[in-house]
C-alpha cells in the first residue's frame, strides 16, 4: 500500500477515510499478525470477495481481542457504525435486526478495524431474503474416522459429480478451518424451504450410495466415523463463511476457493493458504471462482433429474 493511501491511524479507500484504532494490536500473536496486516489482507483481496458479500446481510464475528480471546457474533449494527455503511432491516421472531451489508472495499476496511476476522454473509440478498441464491454442502472430516481430509477429499469428489449429473455447477472451497464447501449458486426463484429440501434429498441420496462412508445422521454418537453431509446452513438466516475470508485459527488460514483439479494436489489441506500466502496465489493463478455468476442455474431441471434417481 502506498504511504499517501495509508497513516498511522487512518486509511484511504476510494473516496473515504477509514479510522484506525489501535492498528499494531495483534490477532494472532504466534505470528505477530496485526489488525493492520489483517486490514491489508482485506484491502487487497476485496476485488473477488466482495462478489460474494455484495447485497447481503453480515454477520460479523468479532476478536477484539485476538483469535485466541472472547469472542463474538455481531449482528446487529451498532450505533457508532458510521451512516456510510449501508444497513438493511431483517425481520426476526421478536422484532427486527438492523444488519450490516458489506458493498465496498471501504466498508470491508472497517469491518476488519472491528477486530472481524471472519464476515458470515447470508445465503440470501438484501432485496430477496427469502429466496437464497446459494446452496451450501458442509463437508468437515469425520470424528474417530479414519483419513481425516482424504475423507473430505473422496467426499467432494463425489458429491461434486452428483450435483453435475443433475445439472448443477457446484464450487469447491476450502473453508480455512476443517474441511471444504461445495456451493451451488441459484437464480432465486427457489424459497429457503425448497431449497433445504432439495439439499437434503442429494445428501440422503449419496449417503444412501456410500453407506459405510457417508451420513446424513446429525447426532455424533450414531455416525460411527462416517462424513456427515451437513445441509443445515441451508435455511432463513443462515450464514456460511465467505471466501477468501480469515479464521479465528493458528496463523491466520483463508477460506480458498479452488479449481476442481485442485482437488487431486497432495499437499491440498483445509488451511493450507494464510492471510499471508493468499495474495500471492491470487496473483500467480487468478480468482478460481471468477465468472462463477455464469453458473447459477435453477432447481427445476435438478429435481426433475433427482427424482428419476430416487
Same mark, same amino acid.
Given at each position: ?266 499437499? +491440498? &489441506?483445509?488451511? @493450507?493458504?494464510? /492471510? $499471508? *500466502?493468499?495474495?500471492? !496465489? %491470487? =496473483? ?7 465468472? +462463477? &455468476?455464469?453458473? @447459477?442455474?435453477? /432447481? $427445476? *431441471?435438478?429435481?426433475? !433429474? %433427482? =427424482?428419476?434417481?430416487?
Amino acid at each position: 500500500m502506498s504511504p499517501e493511501a495509508r497513516t498511522k491511524d487512518q486509511i484511504r479507500v476510494g473516496g473515504r477515510r477509514v479510522s484506525l484504532s489501535n492498528p499494531d494490536k495483534e490477532l494472532f500473536p504466534d505470528d505477530g499478525i496485526t489488525k493492520a496486516e489483517l486490514v491489508d489482507y482485506y484491502r487487497s483481496v476485496a476485488r473477488p470477495m466482495l462478489t460474494h458479500l455484495r447485497g447481503r446481510p453480515l454477520v460479523m464475528e468479532r476478536y477484539p481481542d485476538g483469535y485466541q480471546g472472547k469472542s463474538f457474533f455481531h449482528k446487529d449494527v451498532p450505533d457508532y457504525f458510521p451512516d456510510w455503511i449501508r444497513t438493511v432491516e431483517v425481520p426476526k421472531e421478536d422484532g427486527r435486526l438492523t444488519m450490516a451489508v458489506c458493498d465496498d472495499t471501504a466498508t470491508l476496511v472497517y469491518l476488519a478495524n472491528q477486530a472481524c476476522i471472519t464476515p458470515h454473509p447470508w445465503l440470501s440478498p438484501a432485496n430477496c431474503l427469502d429466496c437464497p441464491d446459494r446452496l451450501v454442502f458442509d463437508l468437515d472430516p469425520p470424528e474417530g474416522g479414519e483419513n481425516g481430509f482424504e475423507t473430505v477429499r473422496w467426499s467432494a469428489r463425489t458429491l461434486g459429480d452428483l450435483l453435475t449429473e443433475l445439472g448443477l455447477r457446484p464450487a469447491l472451497m476450502t473453508t480455512g478451518s476443517r474441511g471444504m464447501h461445495l456451493l451451488v449458486l441459484l437464480d432465486r426463484r427457489t424459497d429457503f424451504d425448497t431449497a433445504r429440501h432439495f439439499a437434503r434429498r442429494v445428501a440422503d441420496l449419496l449417503a444412501a450410495r456410500h453407506s459405510d462412508r457417508l451420513t446424513t445422521e446429525p447426532r455424533k454418537n450414531k455416525r460411527r466415523g462416517r462424513l456427515y453431509l451437513d445441509t443445515q446452513r441451508n435455511a432463513y438466516a443462515q450464514t456460511s463463511v465467505a471466501p477468501y475470508a480469515v479464521r479465528a485459527r493458528p496463523h491466520a488460514p483463508v477460506a480458498t476457493p479452488l479449481h476442481w483439479d485442485e482437488l487431486d494436489d497432495p499437499d +491440498l &489441506g483445509p488451511r @493450507r493458504w494464510t /492471510l $499471508r *500466502t493468499l495474495s500471492e !496465489r %491470487l =496473483d500467480k493463478y487468478g480468482d478460481p471462482w471468477k465468472g +462463477l &455468476g455464469r453458473c @447459477r442455474r435453477s /432447481l $427445476r *431441471t435438478a429435481q426433475r !433429474r %433427482l =427424482d428419476d434417481l430416487t
